[in-house]
T-cell receptor, first 113, second 112 residues
Framework: AQSVTQPDIHITVSEGASLELRCNYSYGATPYLFWYVQSPGQGLQLLLKYFSGDTLVQGIKGFEAEFKRSQSSFNLRKPSVHWSDAAEYFC???????????FGPGTRLSVLP | DGGITQSPKYLFRKEGQNVTLSCEQN?????MYWYRQDPGQGLRLIYY???????QKGDIAEGYSVSREKKESFPLTVTSAQKNPTAFYLCASTSRLNTEAFFGQGTRLTVV
């Protein structure tokens, strides 16, 4: 069965600092991998996705993620965090069309001025 | 604009009452999903539907029911059998061509 872990429940960084959010997954084949962001009381917005090909993927809002098959990881990075990046971030793994998405528990990001 | 609309945004119900949450999409997506979100637990799948008139139970289907009579609509009923219904509910959809999930803005249900 698929599973996703996000080891960090809460991360605090200063504005302008770099950011890395960790995601590890368990899946039998090459998965579809996603990062979503959620502001309080809102739905989820897709930041980026990996299906195949180049293991470094670029997303919206200056985010990028790197797929490392050997480590079963898909960590999210941003070189310089903005105060508006404060939100909850979810890593997810999906299989074929119409199948279940499995989400990690989320990492809450706080940004200090 | 295409998207997913969930209504209402906030819903209050008395314990023991059934309540139905609405989810409508105009993205022409075939698959639709309902998730429940509780603090610190991420998203848990309640039900999903790949085509009209067909749906499957997710991980936490007990106490919930759904229907899929139209491609655009996937309403969720929270029944009185659901022991702890207070939560944030999210609806999502995907297409055959693009596996990413599009989400609605959610409905916060509070049972008192």
């Amino acid at each position: 069965a698929q599973s996703v872990t996000q080891p960090d429940i809460h991360i605090t960084v200063s504005e302008g600092a770099s950011l890395e959010l960790r995601c590890n997954y368990s899946y039998g084949a090459t998965p579809y991998l996603f990062w979503y962001v959620q502001s309080p009381g809102q739905g989820l917005q897709l930041l980026l996705k990996y299906f195949s090909g180049d293991t470094l993927v670029q997303g919206i809002k200056g985010f990028e993620a790197e797929f490392k098959r050997s480590q079963s990881s898909f960590n999210l990075r941003k070189p310089s965090v903005h105060w508006s990046d404060a939100a909850e971030y979810f890593c997810a793994v999906g299989a074929d069309y119409g199948q279940n998405f499995v989400f990690g528990p989320g990492t809450r990001l706080s940004v200090l001025p | 604009d295409g998207g997913i609309t969930q209504s209402p945004k906030y819903l209050f119900r008395k314990e023991g009452q059934n309540v139905t949450l609405s989810c409508e999409q105009n993205l022409n997506h075939d698959a639709m999903y309902w998730y429940r979100q509780d603090p610190g637990q991420g998203l848990r799948l309640i039900y999903y539907s790949q085509i009209v008139n067909d749906f499957q139970k997710g991980d936490i289907a007990e106490g919930y029911s759904v229907s899929r009579e139209k491609k655009e609509s996937f309403p969720l009923t929270v029944t009185s059998a659901q022991k702890n219904p207070t939560a944030f509910y999210l609806c999502a959809s995907t297409s055959r061509l693009n596996t990413e999930a599009f989400f609605g803005q959610g409905t916060r249900l509070t049972v008192v």
